[in-house]
């Protein structure tokens, strides 16, 4: 299973970006798909999730900016930011899990500047 993620760049305060991040290859039973972030210098935390069943999870900081989708048909996950802030700004790396094998993409800069 491979995840290419995309969408990233660079964007001024309040601005608006959407990544994606599709899988190929072998793919059954994903269980949860999510976003994390990971800024200069600081580890990588989760940013969103969605599981399965269509549950999703948020960071406090990116609570009713960021919204995680997902099309299913074609193994792909979104994350629509909107009113981005410089604090947004890092390398944003989508998971999938599926069974008990965890995949990760490469990784897509988004800068915000204030």
């Known amino acids: 299973v491979q995840l290419q993620a995309s969408g990233g760049g660079l964007v001024q305060a309040g601005g608006s970006l959407r990544l994606s991040c599709a899988a190929s290859g072998r793919i059954r039973g994903i269980k949860f798909m999510g976003w994390y972030r990971q800024p200069p210098d600081k580890q990588r935390d989760l940013v969103a999730s969605?599981?399965?069943?269509?549950?999703?999870n948020y960071a406090d900081s990116v609570q009713g900016r960021f919204m995680i989708s997902r099309d299913i048909r074609s193994n792909t996950v979104y994350l629509q930011m909107n009113n981005l802030k410089a604090e947004d700004t890092g390398v944003y790396y989508c998971?999938?899990?599926?069974?008990?094998?965890?995949?990760w993409g490469q990784g897509t800069q988004v800068t915000v500047s204030s």
């Open positions: 969605i599981t399965a069943g269509g549950h999703t």
């Open positions: 998971r999938f899990n599926q069974g008990t094998a965890t995949y």
